[in-house]
């Protein structure tokens, strides 16, 4: 079952709004045994539209559209579905009472005089909205599937996940479809031409026996991806981890899964009883933010003293002033008290400290932008380092927090 | 000049890899005068690429492929384009020198047997890439301009940003093009049909006559967006600003202006001379993190005492247990002690605390998932509140955030 999202509006492409649509439903699609096969982001007008519709319904069983369904004049996708299926927009009591109850489950008013969402091209079918007051609408005509979802990204993925396995069901007759997935092979420390050229000639054909693989850059290293339906899970990765561990990749696997890093250390730091906490200085709260985007964090996780201004290095961590006249806030000495500070502070197991240069001022000849001292204090090691890194301040803010991430991940693995 | 974006990778449409080069060169190209009219994103396969370069062909001067130059078996954007070209694949000394000079720069020796980049289709130019060892390729025939970058993102916006203004100059004589932007006029608590139909009614109609008129819902409320060639930069704001003035909408415009809640924070705080803290446990420091993200934030921002742990909500924001015990840690009284000991032990002007639940688990009857208290103090007011969302735990994390950095917003503009 192949399926293509269509993206509706100007500000996608005016650079004034950043799509979540796609990617959310490129990681939602697989587990209903969908196939995503294109996304196309094209501007509110009437011609883009219908044309991406002829071209979209030539190549896959359902179109999914995004954006367009508001109350405002620039909203006009339900009335271009209208004329390029040849429908009247027509309302009945059943889609005025459908908007009614839309409305009052959030405790607000609704009549018809309000706005026209109660209209609808007629054979349309209205789709109920869990997170928002506009409608989504699904058709079926000639074997094809159409659902038309709001923009807003919490209406979007909801009424999807709400509606669309059952509108397969009803219309394909489809509920043995098998849900598909991937197996990562993460690696750190080689590049990619030396892994299938040098390290293990053969590697790309042995792994492609076992199912469909890409080798995806990252910003640790590069991740080696299988691809494959959800009944073959077992084999494939027992097949897969097998043919890593014969080879000399195995030495640079950090990973054999899908964790982010942050997901990794939480469920390391968990098994291993062990209790997390940070000081941070340029990646100003990221790393501690990551760390709280895992659920179940609040088990090993502490907290972070986020120390931009050194007098709260200083006086919350305790770094030495002479330190930081002598050596500068970025420096190793000043990453070590600021990780031993950390964690006397707050009281936990282990402890990493960040504090360097993000740009884009600040920098100077001997610590240029991108110069971040890293330490780390636990009971077996109380140490730092500088590392230097590449980018913009975001860029450097992300890399700084990952390099930290994976020296915790490190530290975590040498507690028995 | 009308360009399109066409991204090809297998792990982008199957929820691996998200894609970050669509949204960039849509803030990119408005600055050299090109508009994005259209962003594809299909798999590695040669009919999805050579279909939709039939496509775009027809609608844009421009295509910018993304993706699949790499070293591997399922970068095969090269070959393709060769293939569609019908040109044939080919290295000579220049290419030769090319990649060699690509590689030094990084310090790494590069040589033909390493890999295949010294080849290119006849007829096409190699491209330069600041940020790695993979070159891109460009080529015009027919009034059309093709740009072929490496998906990785510091790698593509770099190679754009460094050669398709000049691609542009050279292919298309077009030294003329007037870039164009936007102006949003920013609001908060009123919804987009009450804008439209109750409060101000014709007022699409009066900005629209201005320039062309977008109306976004955001996290916050709804922001009016109007775009425009730049040299009407004057006009257009002056006017759109005298419409909202003239207009009931304006009680509820917290901006006249592109900038991001934390970038306006900053930048006022700068103004007034203020300095900022928090004190953060469900946001996890993400309200920290954001402010970092500000160049320049070092000027006002002192810190933030991430505390996740109870035990450093007591020790370091000298939270009294009994609150704790008696009322919880999400409650009105703790959110505002965290406030109190943030702005105490940090040492700032104002400080905003964040205390909540986002989920999955954790909430109640009584504190459901979504529940936060943001308490504040500074030397105008020591106070908090409790109030409610809805999401996932992500989408929380970011709501809690906005309201408590909005309350920020608000204090600051408290100040003379």
Redesign the interface.
């Known amino acids: 079952m192949k399926c293509a999202l269509l993206i509706i509006g ?10 979540l649509n ?2 959310w439903l ?5 587990s209903i045994g969908v ?10 007008d009437e011609s ?1 539209i219908t044309s991406s519709l002829d ?1 979209l319904y030539k190549r896959v069983d359902i179109v999914i559209t995004s954006g367009g369904l ?5 909203d006009i996708t339900k009335n271009v579905l209208a004329k390029y299926f040849a429908k009247d927009l027509t309302f009945n009591d059943f889609s005025v009472k459908f908007i009614e109850n839309l409305y009052s489950k959030f405790d607000r008013e609704w009549n018809t005089q ?2 026209s969402y109660h209209f609808f091209p007629e054979g349309f079918t209205l789709v109920d909205n869990l ?1 928002g ?1 506009a409608p989504g609408l699904s058709y079926f005509e000639d074997q094809k599937l159409l659902l038309s979802a709001p923009g ?1 990204p ?1 209406e979007f993925s909801s009424m999807v996940s709400n509606s669309l396995k059952e509108l397969i069901s009803k219309h394909f007759k489809r509920d043995d479809l098998k849900s598909f997935e ?1 197996f ?1 092979i993460r690696t750190k420390g080689v590049p ?2 030396v892994i ?2 040098d390290l293990c000639p053969g590697l ?1 054909e042995k792994l ?1 026996a076992i199912a ?6 990252h910003l640790l290293g590069i991740d080696l ?1 299988l ?1 494959f339906n959800s009944d073959q899970r077992e084999e494939v990765i027992q097949a897969a981890t097998k043919v890593i561990s014969d080879s000399p990749l195995k030495d640079f696997v950090w990973q054999y899964g899908n964790l982010e890093l942050e997901e990794l250390i939480v469920k390391e730091a968990i098994e291993k009883n062990l ?1 997390l906490g ?1 000081a ?1 200085s ?8 990551k ?3 895992v ?4 088990k090993v ?9 050194n ?2 290095k200083e ?2 961590l305790g770094v030495n002033p002479n330190t930081l006249s002598k050596y500068g806030a970025v420096s190793a000495q000043c990453a070590k008290e600021m990780a031993v500070g950390a964690q006397k ?3 936990c197991d282990i402890a990493i400290s960040y504090t360097g240069i ?5 920098g100077s000849k001997e610590k240029p932008v991108g110069t971040v001292g890293i330490g780390w204090s636990c009971a077996l090691e109380q140490d730092s380092e500088i590392i230097y890194h ?2 913009s ?3 450097l ?1 992300n890399k700084f927090s990952r390099s930290g991430l994976f020296k915790l991940l490190e530290l975590i693995r040498q507690y028995k």
């Open positions: 100007d500000e996608l492409l005016a650079g004034r709004t950043r799509d796609g990617h490129s990681t939602y699609l697989p196939e995503l096969c294109q996304v196309k982001t094209i501007s509110d883009a071209e508001g109350p405002t004049k620039d309000k706005n997170n007051y807003v919490r991937y990562s990619e031409e299938f050229r790309w492609s469909k693989l890409s080798s995806l850059p991806v691809y209790t940070f941070e340029c990646t100003g709260g990221l790393s501690s933010s760390i709280t985007d659920a179940g964090a609040s996780y502490y907290g972070s003293i986020v120390s931009y201004a007098s709260v006086n919350i502070s707050l009281g993000a740009g884009p001022g600040g590449k980018g301040r975001t860029d803010k």
